[in-house]
């Protein structure tokens, strides 16, 4: 399992790659591990706003059905069409060509306090998170 350092993570197994006031979000490589191969990702319209934590979108995969959920608030202002025919690159490369999601912040991410850097994702992974 991989966690890059540079990202942020929820315990709902998704995580936030900032590049200014915009972030690209995405499931982690130990949530699409967890899910098997993934064959569908329903995801929002652009210029949709969410609140921290509301589901945004649905992810399907061999195995299961899975909930999205945003671990941050703001706008959605692009969404990873290359999904659509490759559901595949979720699993393949998480925080690459898999991002499912880029939103535009609302607010600084210092308030929020869900969100953990990748050694203390790696030990919650590590103790049986589900």
């Keep these: 399992m991989d966690f890059p350092k540079e990202l942020k993570y929820s315990k ?11 972030a690209y979000i995405g499931i982690t490589s130990y949530a699409s ?3 098997g191969d993934v064959v569908f990702v329903d995801m929002p319209e652009t210029g949709k706003s969410f609140k921290e934590g509301d589901k945004f979108g649905v992810i399907e995969s061999v195995k299961s059905v899975s909930d999205l959920f945003i671990p941050i608030s703001g706008k959605i202002i692009e969404i990873n069409k290359d999904l659509s025919d490759h559901p595949e690159y ?11 999601i880029k939103v535009e912040l609302a607010g600084s991410l210092d308030s929020n306090k869900d969100l953990i850097p990748a050694d203390e994702y790696s030990k919650f992974v590590l ?3 589900h």
């Design 33 to 35: 591990g967890e899910l």
């Design 127 to 129: 103790a049986g998170a």
């Design 90 to 100: 979720v699993n393949q490369d998480p925080y690459g060509k898999g991002w499912m």
């Design 12 to 22: 709902s197994h998704e995580y936030v790659k900032i590049q200014g006031n915009h």
